[in-house]
Every structure is written in C-alpha cells, then in structure tokens.
C-alpha cells in the first residue's frame, strides 16, 4: 500500500500496488527458465558406442578399392572401366570362404557420390565387411 498526498493537505490511502518491480522480477525469472529448461530435459537414454582405433592387418585376401579425387575407381592398384566393372569383380569374390574385406580408400577430395556409389556396389554385391581406410592422427588419441 501506499500513501497518496492529496493538494488540500490530507493524506489518503491508496489501495492499489505497484506492479513494475513485480513484472521486472517475473521477466527476468522467465529469461532465466527459458535458458535452463533446454539444458535440464532430458533426452532418450541410449548406450553409444566408444571409439576403437585398431590398426588396419592387411591380409592378401583383403581388396583395396580407391577412390581419387576425379572420382577414377581402382581395384588393387588396377584401374576400373566402370560401376558394372566393379559390381562384377565384387560379385566373383563374394562367394568366397572366408569372404575378403573390402577396403575402401577414399580421396579427401573426392566427392562423396563417387565413393558412396562404390559403397552401393559392395552392398549389392552382398560383401559383408567394409571398411574405410584414414590417415592416421599424428597426435596419438
């Protein structure tokens, strides 16, 4: 409550309160749960999986794919004429025992269509283990 001063002398009572510090304090209550609510609500529990870094063993059975920047396909060091050339040497090793793994050696600079077709191919050809072949980090993580 609060007293109003009148102009002929007497003091009156004025009955009505004064929201502003009420409405400041609830704006900046309400910044506050906007900015907290987010980091607070939980999300789905889910177990993800940790890194592994193993060194790649390279058997004679294995098949390096390489993919360059021009998006040139290669088999072994051997150039491929095309997606159906590709399809078609995966198809004659899949039906080996044990089936080979198929190491995919992507350029940096290359599009990701082009390696994603040889991926394609491999799946169609029903290779079970794909891996992609990276460069190594020099900080030992």
Known sequence: MAIQFSENGEDELLASINTTPLVDVMLVLLIIFLIT?????????????????????????NINVSVDADGNIYWSQQKVSGLADLQKRMLAVTGEQPQPEVHIFGDQNAHYQAVGEVLLAAQRAGIQKIGFITEPTSGGN
């Open 37 to 61: 609510v987010p980091v607070v609500t939980h999300t789905i529990p889910v177990q993800l999986p940790h890194e592994r870094n193993q060194p790649t063993q390279t058997r004679p059975q």
